[in-house]
């Protein structure tokens, strides 16, 4: 059961430095490059003294390999490659139907949560395989968390114990609970909100508090790469701008895959952009390229409105 | 501007008489209703008394006969017996076909069986395990578990059935919140959905058990009567259907009394069980 055994980190010293995307003029944004030179293998909740930016670390990457997905007959993601770089947000954008939830569903293994759902070819996270035989699916989704499009504390459990119930059910206790909890909220940005009222139902807070929540419970567990499907699409602009903010804060730990349907979304937030279109991918770029100077003819339609 | 105002001559009369003739159909439904519960105080209420409860039948001819003790007691075990028996099954039958089967010919062939078999009569239960653990011996003759067992089957498809709705009920996001989260899928049913869904399958199984306790059938094959308290699940029991049905039958006015005062009980008990049912779902409901 030991998620972290099987996955090896890469070096990503390769990456070079920010790629001046819009999202990177954000003053919120220090990169600590320092950070990049930390061992290899990330041990959990080990800070980087050495850096004067504590909560960076080292994202994983993750690499598509010709996936294709499937329900049923029909086929909703047709051979796709793509890569998903350490400490950076990737968009992926799309007219709805084009499969890009189905895509980033693929990559943590809950797309096969779904009565005749399946999926062909290969999701490395850093070398590993998640498809490999001996892989554990469960090991896979604690390595790499998801926050949902609406959301969706349980309702019968406490901020709190929302916030521990991924590290309860994942069995996986690391230390005091109440300083994972308080940790992970404040990771979110949630703690001065409600540290006094941790006891009261997580549905009594906000939409977007509510969301934040949930992705406080995702680092909770403390994953390597966190999925965001369509994070702020019920929320009010507001709470949007906040939950904003957090991504890019939360770049500095995490490699975070973001579908959204907000093109401006994606121009705001994303480093990198990927364009899909009925199950294929058309275009994968700095987000800066894919808003002002695409090639593809496609993508230059879908983000200038013409069309989805 | 004046198409706005005003409303037909017609549709007014048809609005009156609709809602009339609904208002009628309720009025003849409840007809009925009112008249058992009338008849059965009127009826019944003349044998309540405290020896009512704290006394069992005692077959004398003449004077008091005796109240029913044994028979609230009897109801009361062997009603909680089959209870301990159906409840987790069903619900562990509900948890299969929501969580494991869903989709798969096997769960919806399942499903149909439980249909059928909740449609099945009771007497046809007490007939089968008078047959299978009566008439063979098992155990002694009449016991009071045999009766269990024929109520167990009774409300293991009422169980099941409603625990299924229940689980449906619980959203899936929540389910694959728990799965995205690196739950492994039994740790996802017992501490998230079990818990969301509790206060249905408290409701579903509270009146399935309301629906055991007024069954005659299947214990006049299996735990047939004795007049005295028993605790005992291993010999003969009373019962209050059956009290209800041997007194009925008497000649004397007193015993036809307690049979109204034992049905009276009866009714109360039940109305007692739905009650709480209903309040536990109110409350899950306002949560």
């Known amino acids: 059961m030991n998620g972290k055994g099987t996955v090896e980190s890469m070096d990503s010293a390769d990456l070079g430095s920010d790629d001046g995307s819009t999202a990177d003029a954000r003053p919120a944004e220090t990169h600590a490059p320092a950070s990049r030179e930390r061992t290899p293998t990330r041990a959990p909740e080990t800070r980087a003294p050495e850096t004067h930016d504590q909560d960076a670390a080292d994202g994983h990457r993750v690499s598509l390999k010709s996936l294709r997905a499937f329900y049923g ?12 770089e350490p400490n950076r947000v990737t968009a992926m954008i799309g007219p709805s139907g084009c499969g890009k939830s189905t895509l980033v569903r693929c990559i943590n293994r809950m797309h096969e949560e779904i009565p005749g759902a399946r999926a062909e070819g290969e999701v490395l996270l850093d070398e590993q395989d998640v498809y490999a035989a001996k892989v554990d699916v469960v090991a896979v989704r604690r390595s790499i968390g998801m926050v949902f499009q609406k959301p969706n504390p349980v309702p019968t459990m406490s901020i709190f114990d929302n916030v521990a119930s991924g590290v309860r059910l994942s069995g996986k206790r690391s230390g005091d609970l109440k300083e994972v909890v308080e940790r992970s909220l404040r990771g979110a940005g949630l703690w001065e909100e409600v540290k006094d009222r941790l006891g009261e139902a997580g549905l009594g807070l906000s939409g977007g508090q509510q969301q934040r929540l949930c992705i406080a419970r995702t680092i909770a567990v403390q994953p390597e790469v966190i999925i965001m499907d369509e994070p702020c699409s019920a929320l009010d602009p507001v709470a949007t701008l906040k939950v904003e903010e957090l991504i890019s804060e939360l770049k500095r730990r995490y490699t975070i895959i973001l579908v959204t349907h ?11 952009t990927a364009f899909m279109l009925t199950g294929e991918m058309v275009e994968f770029a700095d987000t800066e390229k894919i808003f002002t100077n695409p090639d593809d003819e496609r993508t230059e339609d879908y983000v200038t409105g013409k069309f989805g | 501007m004046s198409a706005l105002v005003g409303v037909s001559a017609r549709r007014k ?18 007809v009925p209703l009112l008249a058992v519960l009338y008849t059965l105080i009127q009826k019944g209420g003349g044998a309540i008394s405290t ?12 004077g008091d006969p005796g109240g029913v003790k044994s028979a609230i007691v009897g109801t009361t075990l062997m009603v909680a017996l ?3 028996l159906a409840v987790p099954f069903g619900i562990g039958v509900a948890l299969y076909m929501v969580e494991y089967g869903k989709g798969t010919r096997f ?5 149909y069986f439980v249909d059928v078999m909740t449609g099945v009569p009771s007497v046809v239960f007490g007939l089968f395990i008078y047959i299978l653990l009566v008439v063979t011996k098992v155990g002694g003759g009449f016991t009071a578990w045999k009766g269990s067992v024929a109520l167990a089957l009774l409300m293991l498809p009422v169980v099941t059935r409603s625990a299924e709705v229940v689980l449906l009920l619980v959203p899936d996001a929540l389910r694959e919140t728990a799965l995205a989260l690196g739950s492994p899928r039994w740790k996802v049913i017992l501490r998230i959905v079990l818990p969301t869904a509790l206060p249905g399958l408290v409701t579903g199984s509270l009146l399935a058990v309301a629906r055991a306790a007024g069954e005659t059938a299947p214990l006049l094959f299996t735990a047939f009567g004795l007049s005295n308290t028993s605790l005992n699940l291993g010999n003969q029991m009373n019962s209050l259907p059956i009290q209800i049905f041997n007194d009925v039958q008497k000649a004397q006015d007193r015993l036809v009394e307690r049979a109204w005062g034992a049905a009276l009980t009866l009714v109360v008990m039940i109305l007692v069980l739905t009650l709480v049912a209903r309040l536990i779902q109110r409350r899950s409901s306002t949560a």
Not at chain 1, 73 to 84: C, H, M, W
Not at chain 2, 107 to 111: C, F, L, M, P, T
């Open chain 2, 13 to 30: 009369r048809t609005d009156r008489l609709g809602r009339g003739l609904l208002l009628l159909a309720t009025l003849i439904a409840l």
């Open chain 2, 82 to 84: 089959a209870a301990a």
């Open chain 1, 262 to 272: 907000n093109m401006q979304q994606a121009a705001r937030i994303a480093d990198r």
């Open chain 2, 107 to 111: 769960a919806s062939v399942v499903r």
């Open chain 2, 51 to 62: 020896s009512f409860f704290t006394t069992d039948p005692n077959g004398r001819f003449f």
């Open chain 1, 73 to 84: 007959d029909s086929e909703a993601v047709k051979g796709v490659d793509l890569e998903f």
